[in-house]
Structures are given as structure tokens and as C-alpha cells.
């Protein structure tokens, strides 16, 4: 079944809700197995034997082939069709959950694990893009709130998820439960996505050749930027800094090359109109920014509960669960908000997002205990709040001027750099929280309070800068006002 953007009538409506609850679906279940893994490591460690360093990897290896994946992939969407990248990504996706949960060592475990972020990264650009196909205007803010709603869903509901499972299967092999849970799920979608998906819109003209030195420059540079951090997570000084500085050398070399790719009359990977469009690079800053500073709490906010406060990993996650429950109803209605405000709606999200964790840093820095878990529930639903009209707003806002033959180009973009954002935040906290920890045994909550505390504040530091950005960019907008409808479909 096929629907174009600009038909209308009841059965065109049809199909493209329909396709969407596809994408929605898919998109969910590969963004939740960033989350789901972390309370389901101790019993990895325990039935596999895992060290530190295969645990790191099977926490690590998803992101770091996620971002590797997320620009070539939408590229590839772009130019050869994003119905078939969408199913093959989904296939890969569910064929090596399995071989995740069905793992007999720790080494297999971590190698399919890159190999399911590999598949997770090939299907979510395509997400974007269809999204940019099959909707305009007022529907396509609608559609993109509904899907900032299931990331900020599935990055929270995660840890509930998980603990849940392992609660019911046990303790022993419950982890398993964990990756096998996407089998069902997918065997569901996939034939889903065969019918509704519209078939699509091969590029045909031939300077549209993929641009395959663009590609391999492009994947070393997000392997060479995005690994230091993640290993940096585990201990900062055994962390190959020295590849931050020949990633951005191989950056450098990117832009020239694809300078002389457009002088040449071919098709780069990332043309440099995407570039220039003040939309877009203003909108992925903000993005990047911001993932930094939102990605990081759920990591060390689990610490906290469980190790801290001794709460079970699925107390753990109820305490969570309502920023994901308030996220989704504030991400639901962002659609209209968006459409009515501009970047504004973006602005006033962060500043109630930055409220909430404030009131978070507050309660771990005075009080312990059940009290504690509760007072943190409270304001992680005020945070909730501002971060459900956040992520699909900016999104909207910065694929608004991006022409939709390159939405899967330009959603691939967005999300690694979101997916390093996320990746630098998570060291960055993890590090300065795990210092703090190390100094501040016999503190509120066993020292895990005090470290809490100074983990927030960086992501306060990292909101700011979003929010700064995210201000001069509204500002600019007053003068020169761009529609969240985007442009037509061409």
C-alpha cells in the first residue's frame, strides 16, 4: 500500500497512520535496548561470567554501532529506497536479538550486540524519513510528537521494563528475556511494514551515486570521536583521547572531500545546502547539547536507587516511570504546540526540564530513604514535562527546511549527533559522579547523594547550552519566521 504526501481522504489518512504506527514501533524497540541492558547486567556478570571489560562492551557496542551506522544508512535510504532499508534493518534487528538472548559467552554476547546496533542504526533514519514523506504541515509536527514521545518512553521505561522481566524470569536467566522479547515484537512488524510501507522512491538520476569514500570517512570519524567517551564511562585514564583529535582531522578531510564531490558534479553524502541551512545546524547543536545532558541521568540515577537507597531494579525503575508517563503526554500534544509557537516551545521545555532536575539535585543533596525515592519521582515527572516538548519540537524545527528526497540523509545526521552527544555526556557524568563517589564515602545515601548531585549539575551545564542555542535561534526566527510544516515534498 502506497501514500503520497498532499492526497487526502479518509484511505489516504489511513495509510499513513498505519505506516507510521510501523515506524513508531520499530523506532521504539531499537531505542529502548540503549536503556533496557543496564539493570540487567549483574545477571550477564553473573550466568556469562562477564568482566568489566566484556560488560562494557555489551553496554557500549550497541551505541557505538547505532552512531557508526545512522549517516550511511539514511544515505542509502535516500538514494535506494526506504521501505527495503527499513525492513532489512528491522530483520537484522530481530535475527540478532535472538542471538543475543540465546548468547553461551560473554565474547558472543557483546559481538551480536554490535551487530543488533549495526541493524538499529540502518532501520531508525529511515523512520525520519518516511515520517518526512508521508507527512506534511500540522500532521507532520503531530506525527514527530508522537514519536519524541516513545524516545523519551523508551529511554525511561527501560530500566522498569528490564527489572520487570528479569523479576518474572529470574534472577539467573532472566536476562535473556531482555533481548528475546523483540523477537515476537518484530515477527509482528515486519509483515506490517511489508503491507503499509509505501513502496518507494528509488532516485534514479545519475548524480545521485553513492558517494561510498564519504561513507567510510564518515564511520571513522564517529568510531574515532564516539569510542574514548564510551570507554571513558569505565575508567577515564585508560581512555585513547588521542582519537578525539584523528577524528576531527578525518572530519576535516570529510569536508574537503565532499567539497570536491559537489565541484564534480556527484552527489556527496552530506551536501553542503544541508549544512547551511541555519534550521538545521542550529537545531542538531541544540540536539546534541541536550541528548549530553538528558542521556546521562539515567544511568547514575539508577546507581543512586539501586546502590544508594538499596531499591530493587524495578523500584527502581517505578521511580523513573513518571517522566516517561508525563514525557509522553506533554510529547503528545508538542505536535500542536510546535505548530503554534516555533523554537519557543523548544525554549520553554528545556527551562522546565532544567527546573525538575534542579529539584532532583536538591533532594538527593538534603534527604535519604524512601523519602528520597519519592520526592525524586515528583520532580522527575516535572522534568518529564519539559522533555516531552523538547525532542520532537527540535526535530520538527530542524528537518523543517530540509527538502524530504533528503530526510534520510538528514535524520541519520541529527542522530549521530545526537548519539555522540549522548555518548560524551554519559563519560562526562559517569566520570565526574564516580569521583565525586570515591571522596564522598559515609555522605547521604552511602555517598551516593553528593555524587548524584554533582553528576546533575554537568547535565544543568549541558541544558544551559542547549537553551542558549536553542534562544538564539527562536530569536533569529522573529526576524525571518520558517514554518515547522517544512517544505513541500519535491
Known amino acids: 500500500m502506497t501514500s503520497r504526501p498532499g492526497t487526502s481522504g479518509p484511505d489516504a489518512d489511513r495509510a499513513r497512520w498505519r505506516a507510521f504506527a510501523v515506524c513508531l514501533g520499530a523506532g521504539f524497540m531499537t531505542l529502548l535496548d540503549v536503556s533496557i541492558v543496564n539493570v540487567a547486567l549483574p545477571s550477564i556478570e553473573a550466568s556469562l561470567g562477564a568482566g568489566p571489560s566484556e560488560l562494557q562492551w555489551i553496554v557500549a557496542g550497541y551505541t557505538l554501532a547505532f552512531g557508526l551506522a545512522l549517516i550511511p544508512a539514511g544515505r542509502l535510504g535516500d538514494v535506494l529506497g526506504r521501505r527495503g532499508a527499513f525492513v532489512a534493518g528491522l530483520l537484522g534487528f530481530v535475527a540478532f536479538s535472538a542471538a ?16 543488533q546496533g549495526l541493524s538499529a542504526g540502518v532501520l531508525n533514519p529511515q523512520v525520519i524519513g518516511l515520517i518526512q514523506h508521508l507527512f506534511q504541515g500540522h500532521e507532520r509536527g503531530r506525527a514527530f510528537g508522537f514519536y519524541g514521545a516513545a524516545i523519551g518512553i523508551s529511554t525511561a521505561t527501560g530500566p522498569l521494563l528490564g527489572g520487570t522481566l528479569i523479576a518474572l524470569f529470574g534472577e539467573a536467566e532472566g ?21 503499509y510501507l509505501p513502496r518507494a522512491e528509488r532516485q534514479r538520476s545519475g548524480g545521485m551515486g553513492v558517494d561510498v569514500v564519504g561513507l567510510v570517512l564518515i564511520a571513522a ?20 583521547w588521542w582519537l578525539v583529535l584523528v577524528g576531527l582531522a578525518i572530519v576535516g578531510l570529510l569536508v574537503l572531500w565532499e567539497r570536491w ?48 537507597l538499596g531499591l530493587t531494579p524495578l523500584l527502581a525503575g517505578v521511580v523513573q516511570t513518571p517522566f516517561a508517563l508525563v514525557g509522553a503526554v506533554s510529547a503528545a500534544r508538542s ?19 532544567a527546573a525538575g532536575i534542579v529539584g532532583v539535585d536538591v533532594t538527593v543533596g538534603s534527604t535519604e530513604g524512601n523519602g528520597a525515592a519519592v520526592a525524586m519521582a515528583g520532580w522527575l515527572a516535572l522534568a518529564g514535562l519539559g522533555n516531552g516538548v523538547v525532542i520532537s519540537p527540535n526535530q520538527t524545527l530542524t528537518l523543517a527546511e530540509v ?7 538528514a535524520g541519520g545526521v541529527l542522530q549521530t549527533t545526537q548519539r555522540i552527544g549522548a555518548a560524551v555526556g554519559v563519560a562526562v557524568i559517569a566520570s565526574v559522579f564516580f569521583a565525586t563517589l570515591g571522596r564522598s564515602r559515609g555522605g547521604l545515601a552511602g555517598g551516593y547523594g553528593p555524587a548524584l548531585s554533582v553528576g546533575l549539575r554537568v547535565t ?13 535561534d527562536a530569536l533569529r526566527r522573529r526576524h525571518g519566521p520558517v514554518s515547522a510544516a517544512g517544505p513541500p515534498p519535491a
Open 221 to 240: 570519524s564517529v568510531v574515532c570521536v564516539m569510542l574514548p567517551f564510551i570507554v571513558a564511562a569505565e575508567g577515564p585514564d585508560a581512555s585513547p
Open 175 to 195: 536476562w535473556r528475556s531482555v533481548f528475546l522479547v523483540n523477537v515476537p515484537i518484530g515477527a509482528v512488524l515486519v509483515p506490517l511494514a511489508l503491507r
Open 100 to 115: 543475543c538472548g540465546l548468547a553461551t559467552s560473554a565474547e558472543m554476547l557483546a559481538v551480536m550486540r554490535l551487530l
Open 335 to 353: 505536535g500542536y504546540l510546535v505548530q503554534r509557537f516555533g523554537r519557543w516551545t523548544v525554549v520553554a521545555g528545556i527551562g522546565v526540564m
Open 261 to 308: 564531490t559537489e565541484r564534480a558534479g556527484r552527489s556527496p553524502v552530506v551536501p553542503s545546502s544541508l549544512v547551511r541551512t541555519p534550521s538545521f545546524s542550529l537545531g542538531a547543536v541544540v540536539g546534541t547539547a541536550y541528548f549530553a545532558g538528558f542521556t546521562g541521568i539515567f544511568l547514575v540515577g539508577t546507581l543512586y536507587l539501586q546502590t544508594g
Open 460 to 472: 544543568l551545564g549541558l541544558l544551559a547550552v542547549a537553551f542558549v542555542v536553542a534562544l538564539l
Open 403 to 409: 527538502p524530504v528526497a533528503q530526510g534520510g540523509t
